[in-house]
């Protein structure tokens, strides 16, 4: 008979993560657990395992068991898919990491004035209500490192290559688990950045031209050293992030802010949360358009790079438009919005914004709703915005 079981009272191996979003695909496409999983006497999992490990890491609650395999096709919003992200309340914590996975979701507000269309209302989500580095980038450090507990158990540091949010997050996450963490950021990465992660306790090696620079030689020197790197760049709980949290927000959030959207516009740097944002919405409802945002060539802007999708993430799905911005784009942008709106995005949301401005203005989208992901605010690039004023 299958019974509901709390899904963290449950033992399983690990199964292979082809398969895991195989069943993440379902799961979202189906909006149901099809079939029980199958327990021993020890609430140890013997069939169905995928089953398992994807509604555990899609954030359900409960998940419907039995002693043998039962259809049963309950709904997940029934087995607490939703409760993670549904409820911060009062807002106490018992320590600073659960401001990265307790306190959410993070606000969506709209933005007036941006394109004189009074019919494409824009919707910011704001990243920077993120505890550690103030940006999307410490969901992703955090749940790398919630999920590799068992490999850093006996590791006394954590190395990581990163333009600057990513190892900003990582350090003040190592400071929390008396971790030693040292971060190699290429040259002309923000200034606040250095001085942030000496606060923190971190080491910065500043070296190479671009993130791609320093990757093998962050491996080279974990190895000697014996420290873990996270690898952003590979890591799939890069991406899995933002499937079960940025994505599922959204969603929750529009349903609620009575938000019917159209499409979703984000920028990209490892692509780790357009990834997730495009395989959750391509997989939910077929008729969401994801816009990614990339620096026009020879226009750097700190945090995101062009992308060339040949050596995408497992989960395959890629924004459905790519939109190439300036650096002065962003600039105006983000000025716009300021002078609008009285909150100042950071350069990548700017970029964002601008994405959006050039899709209206070439027709690409029509009226309706849009979700734009501003990874950070513009207080962390003041100087940059000023001087590019003069
Ligand atoms: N914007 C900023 C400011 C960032 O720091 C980053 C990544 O480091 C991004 C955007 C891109 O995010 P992702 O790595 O998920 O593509």
Same mark, same amino acid.
């Given at each position: ?8 009272? &449950? ?16 799961? #979202? ?8 999983? @199958? ?38 919003? +029934? ?5 993670? $992200?549904?409820? !911060? ?21 709209? &933005? ?56 900003? =997050? ?13 971060? +190699? $950021?290429?040259?002309?990465? !923000?200034?606040? =950045?250095?001085?942030? #992660? ?6 910065? @090696?500043?070296? /190479? ?12 020197? =974990? ?33 609620? /802010? ?10 990209? /740097? ?29 226009? !750097?802007? !700190?945090?995101?790079?062009r992308q060339n999708f040949d050596d995408w993430w497992l989960t395959k ?15 105006? =942008? #983000? ?10 995005? /950071? ?33 962390k690039y003041l100087n940059e915005i000023i001087k590019s004023s003069q």
């Open positions: 008979m299958a019974k509901v079981e709390n899904i963290d009272n &449950l033992k399983a191996n690990m199964a292979d993560y082809d398969k895991i979003i195989d069943r993440i695909k379902e799961i #979202l496409k189906g909006n149901t657990q099809r079939y029980t999983v @199958v327990i021993n006497e020890n609430n140890k999992i013997i069939k169905n395992e995928d089953t398992f490990w994807a509604l555990k890491l899609l954030g359900a609650k409960l998940i419907l068991v039995s002693d043998k395999e039962e259809e049963v096709n309950i709904s997940i919003e +029934f087995l607490g898919y939703y409760d993670e $992200i549904s409820d !911060p309340g009062i807002r106490v914590y018992n320590n600073t990491l659960e401001l990265v996975n307790k306190d959410k979701p993070t606000p969506i507000v709209k &933005l007036n004035n941006i394109i004189e269309n009074n019919d494409i209302n824009i919707w910011a989500k704001l990243e920077w209500y993120n505890p550690f580095s103030q940006s999307i980038k410490d969901r992703t450090a955090w749940y790398i490192i919630e999920n590799s507990k068992e490999e850093i158990k006996n590791k006394e540091f954590i190395y990581e290559v990163t333009s600057a949010n990513t190892g900003i =997050a990582l350090a003040a996450i190592s400071s929390i688990l008396n971790k030693k963490s040292k971060i +190699f $950021i290429p040259k002309g990465a !923000p200034e606040y =950045a250095l001085k942030v #992660l000496e606060i923190l306790g971190s080491i910065a @090696v500043v070296e /190479g031209e671009t993130t791609n620079d320093l990757i093998k030689k962050v491996i080279d020197e =974990a190895v000697k050293d014996n420290a873990f790197v996270p690898n952003q760049f590979k890591n799939i709980f890069n991406v899995l992030v933002h499937i079960r949290y940025t994505s599922k927000e959204i969603e929750y959030q529009a349903r609620y /802010g009575k938000i019917k959207i159209k499409g979703i516009f984000a920028s990209m /740097g490892t692509g780790g949360h357009i990834a997730g944002i495009s395989f959750y919405f391509h997989n939910r409802d077929n008729n969401i358009k994801v816009f990614g945002v990339q620096p026009k060539e020879n226009s !750097p802007i !700190p945090g995101i790079k799905e890629k924004p459905d438009l790519i939109l190439d911005v300036s650096k002065n784009d962003a600039i105006s =942008a #983000l000025k716009k919005v300021a002078k609008h709106n009285g909150i100042i995005p /950071g350069l990548s949301s700017g970029a964002v914004l601008a994405g959006i401005i050039k899709a209206y203005n070439e027709g690409l989208i029509e009226k309706g709703d849009y979700i734009c992901i501003l990874p950070d605010n513009g207080l």
